[in-house]
């Protein structure tokens, strides 16, 4: 069955740098997804995106997180200058076209920021 | 907006035991909803949905959820748990939008140990 992969799975960064998750999703996908998951608490909406745009922004994904297809298969999340408080599991999401295709997701990133 | 409740933070259960982790929603349109689980150091895997028609619902593993609408309720349950089972259980909803690229709303998660 095909998967969305992601690499790395642990990611440690000092606070201040630039990161970038990538994801890989399925291949007949066309709607992409990051969410991301604080150690304890519940699994948060960051962002959507479709035909090269974002489709939905929570208020978590402020100027520091972008997102981008930069070719055919990956999709990246950005966080320009890291946080302490951006520690977290990131999963990346698909789903195919149409209404409520479900979201498969990855295993996740670990990112760990020092 | 919308939110989900699960009620039980940790369900323990002894083997071969029947189970039922609780889950409540509230919106204020239709919704559909989900289960997914994530067994330990692995991302988060599609039990079954509800989008509509029946509201019993049979997911993978054995599991099944009954949709409630006057009660708003989407409980997840199991005749019959195994080790195997020990995961965290997310229960979730969409909003139903025209747009395809629609959120998932998580509950906290209910972590459920089964007892050999």
């Known amino acids: 069955e095909p998967e969305v992969t992601q690499t790395p799975s642990h990611q440690v960064t000092q606070m201040g740098q630039e990161v970038i998750l990538r994801c890989v999703p399925i291949s007949n996908h066309l709607y992409f997804y990051w969410y991301r998951q604080i150690l304890g608490q519940k699994v948060e909406f960051l962002v959507s995106f479709y035909n090269n745009e974002i489709s939905e922004k929570s208020e978590i994904f402020d100027d520091q997180f972008s997102v981008e297809r930069p070719d055919g298969s990956n999709f990246t999340l950005k966080i320009r200058s890291t946080k302490l408080e951006d520690s977290a599991m990131y999963f990346c999401a698909s789903s195919a076209t149409g209404r409520n295709q479900p979201q498969h997701f990855g295993d996740g990133t670990r990112l760990s920021i020092l | 907006a919308q939110s989900v409740t699960q009620l039980d933070s940790q369900v323990p259960v002894f083997e071969e035991a029947p189970v039922e982790l609780r889950c409540n929603y509230s919106s204020s349109v239709s919704v559909y909803l989900f289960w997914y689980v994530q067994y330990p150091n692995q991302g988060l895997q599609l039990l079954l949905k509800?989008?509509?028609?029946?509201?019993l619902v049979k997911g993978i593993n054995g599991f099944e959820a009954e949709f409630n609408k006057s009660q708003t309720s989407f409980h997840l349950r199991k005749p019959s748990v195994h080790i195997s089972d020990t995961a965290e259980y997310f229960c979730a909803v969409t909003v139903d939008l025209y747009s395809s690229a629609s959120k998932i709303i998580f509950g906290s998660g209910t972590r459920l140990s089964i007892r050999p």
């Open positions: 509800y989008l509509s028609g029946s509201t």
